[in-house]
């Protein structure tokens, strides 16, 4: 099975099953002598990732303790893979037994079905989200990467047809209610609506906001390589990702030329300025020095209480409802993985520059 490596010179490969005794990741690539202790510098961003804590997600109760079983020596990184290591402790493979011959609408099992001739229906297997947890362990290393002055911030802005207030934004909001929204009155409201969701036993979609702040000029390789393209690639390898934006994405449709262009005048310091980011930060491929603003839509959970048309292995139509421990909005939990992904995106673009300049 191809597929399971993402970037070019930070470069991380993620492995095992949503119910097999573990999951993991390999990351290559990172520099030597960077200060990697498990317990401080990646548990505090595999705990925002993880399930069951709020009635809003999942019940899985999966503690996501990462152990580094490689490429670190005495706190350090040592310059060679970096192995790590999550063990899954809450299986419980019994709830997907009456549909292991049966596909369930949305989610990949008739796909993997014919192109494998087997799958794994136990929560899905490989393409279940619980791989999340090993980007957001990559993702990790590649903020170390980044050090202090690059810092990558996601937030929550639309829950079903509910958007935020972007006049309220603020924050240090996203850290105060269970959905990472900067909205506080947005935040109120959806906890209703989702209960409602929850209580039903259906599920719905949402909207992801990511910002870097302090990205230097000229991150991007154009033409095939370029910085948004790459950025655009990871956010559509998250699970149950339909659609991305960078700046104004598809709302630069709407606009005259007048109003889409950022204008530019000389700052105080001598540098140029952008009097508005409407390109999200990101022109020709190539940063700008603002911030760089990436949008992407996550459908809804697939599975849902709700019985559904769907045929079985052997041809023969069927009806399904799928049980177990599942997620009304996945798109709450894809805030620190979409964070992730951007910043191993970062990350490798930020050693390509240096290899290009050999700093």
């Not at 070019?8 to 002598?33: K, M, N």
């Not at 990511?210 to 390789?221: I, N, Q, R, W, Y």
């Not at 209480?305 to 023969?316: E, F, W």
């Not at 049980?323 to 050693?351: F, N, S, W």
């Amino acid at each position: 099975m191809a597929g399971n490596s993402f970037g070019t010179l930070f470069r991380f490969t993620t492995w095992g099953e949503s119910h097999g005794p573990a999951i993991g990741v390999v990351v290559d690539g990172c520099p030597s002598l960077l200060d990697l202790v498990a317990e401080t510098d990646i548990q505090p961003w595999m705990d925002k990732r993880r399930p069951g804590q709020s009635r809003y997600t999942t019940q899985r109760q999966e503690p996501d303790q990462v152990k580094i079983l490689s490429g670190v020596f005495e706190g350090k990184t040592t310059g060679t893979p970096i192995s790590l290591l999550i063990e899954n402790t809450d299986q419980r493979s019994k709830d997907y037994s009456d549909i292991a011959g049966k596909f369930r609408p949305g989610h990949a099992d008739y796909t993997y079905w014919q192109k494998y001739g087997i799958r794994d229906y136990r929560g899905g297997g490989r393409s279940s989200a619980r791989e999340t947890a090993c980007r957001v362990a990559a993702g990790a290393v590649a903020r170390k990467v980044l050090g202090s002055a690059i810092q990558v911030r996601g937030a929550l802005v639309q829950v079903g047809p509910h958007k935020i207030d972007r006049s309220r934004w603020d924050w240090a909001e996203i850290d105060n209610n269970p959905f990472f929204c900067p909205d506080p009155v947005a935040a109120t409201q959806w906890a209703e609506y989702l209960d409602g969701i929850r209580k039903s036993g259906s599920s719905v979609g949402a909207v992801v906001e990511l910002v870097a702040s302090g990205v230097p000029v000229g991150l991007g390789d154009p033409l095939y390589d370029k910085l948004d393209s790459d950025l655009a690639c990871a956010m559509m390898t998250i699970n149950a990702v339909k659609g991305v934006e960078i700046g104004n994405g598809f709302a630069a449709a709407e606009l005259t030329g007048e109003d889409n262009a950022d204008q530019m005048r000389m700052g105080a310091d001598g540098q140029p300025q952008f009097l508005t980011n409407n390109a999200g930060g990101i022109l020709g491929g190539i940063s700008t020095g603002q911030d760089i603003v990436v949008r992407f839509a996550v459908k809804p959970t697939s599975s849902i209480l709700t019985p559904r048309q769907t045929v079985d292995i052997a041809g023969n139509d069927t009806d399904i409802l799928t049980k177990g421990r599942h997620d009304p909005c996945v798109g709450i939990r894809a805030v620190p993985v979409g964070e992730a992904m951007m910043a191993c995106v970062l990350a490798d673009h930020l050693l390509r520059r240096r290899a290009e300049r050999r700093e």
